[in-house]
């Protein structure tokens, strides 16, 4: 129903920027929320941040003010602009896409993952 490409992933120095990108195709009128997940090696997956189709944003404690999260709807794209990383924020990033096909429905839907490392 909802296909997520992730891209902008990559490798850059404590204190570097980043921003990802995920697109989203198919029957995208049911996506009701997006957002990026994260997982370091050996630990679970954890929320990095969201975005609802009316705006509304949540982030982790760990990336507030750093990693702004922003959406454009005619694009059907999330962005995340990372500021300020650490080697802790090492981690494959998942972007993620909660689709309602009815109201009483909900499913996750998840993209491939795009590796981030900060390492000097």
């Known amino acids: 129903q909802v296909q997520l490409v992730e891209s902008g992933g990559g490798s850059v120095q404590p204190g570097g920027s980043l921003r990802l990108s995920c697109v989203a195709s198919g029957r995208t009128y049911l996506i009701d929320r997006m957002g990026w997940y994260r997982q370091a090696p050996g630990k679970e997956r954890e929320l990095v941040a969201t975005v609802t189709s009316g705006g509304s944003t949540n982030y982790a404690d760990s990336v507030k003010g750093r990693f702004p999260i922003s959406r454009d709807s005619a694009k059907n794209t999330i962005y995340l602009q990372m500021n300020s990383l650490k080697p802790e924020d090492t981690a494959v990033y998942y972007c993620?896409?909660?689709?309602?096909?009815?109201?009483?429905?909900?499913?996750?839907?998840w993209g491939q993952g795009t590796l981030v490392t900060v390492s000097s």
């Open positions: 993620n896409a909660r689709v309602r096909p009815s109201i009483e429905a909900s499913l996750e839907v």
